[in-house]
């Protein structure tokens, strides 16, 4: 990852909140792949984060 900001902070506390950050993303980012293939009327292009 290219950042122009790299993350500096190397205390327990802020790296911890981050990986929690990331599990959460990749959780619901994993969990709206999987949507569609358990819900045959729904498709993966329905799914947003904001409102239609």
């Not at 122009?4 to 990986?19: A, C, D, F, G, Q």
């Not at 599990?23 to 984060?49: A, C, D, W």
Request: hydrophobic letters at 35%; charged letters at 20%.
């Amino acid at each position: 990852m290219n950042s122009k900001h790299p993350l500096r902070s190397k205390k327990p506390k802020v790296v911890k909140e981050l990986w929690a950050i990331l599990l959460g993303y990749k959780l619901t980012m994993y969990h709206m792949v999987k949507m569609p293939q358990t819900i045959e009327s729904l498709q993966r292009n329905q799914l947003s984060f904001t409102p239609c």
